[in-house]
């Protein structure tokens, strides 16, 4: 089992910028893959970011410039930078950790962009 606890979520207006903090309960460098997805209300979960244990990194196109993942491995932790954010970045953000053929998720934490 992986417990992921997620933190750094709230209000900011539009333009603003924010960081989420992912803590896991064990060394990543198990981890295959540790990332941050999404989910609006109405719309299903999607891909944020996420970086594998060799470090290699990936951002999906709607927040490519603007967010940015990177990790602290000596704190097992994974952040995301969020930049310029958008109203439509509005979401629940999750954080994922898949261990060999395992995945798990965080609790879930709000982000709200105000216009």
């Known amino acids: 089992q992986v417990q992921l606890v997620e933190s750094g979520g709230g209000l900011v207006q539009a333009g603003g910028s924010l960081r989420l903090s992912c803590a896991a309960s064990i060394n990543i460098f198990s981890l295959n893959t540790m990332g941050w997805y999404r989910q609006a209300p109405g719309k299903q979960r999607e891909l944020v970011a996420r970086?594998?244990?060799?470090?290699?990194?990936y951002h999906a196109d709607l927040v490519e410039g603007r967010f940015t993942i990177f990790r602290d491995t000596a704190k097992n932790t994974v952040y995301l930078q969020m930049n310029s954010l958008k109203p439509e970045d509005t979401a629940i953000y999750y954080c994922n950790a898949d261990l060999r053929y395992q995945s798990f998720w965080g609790q879930g934490i709000q982000v709200t962009v105000s216009s």
């Open positions: 970086v594998n244990a060799a470090g290699g990194i």
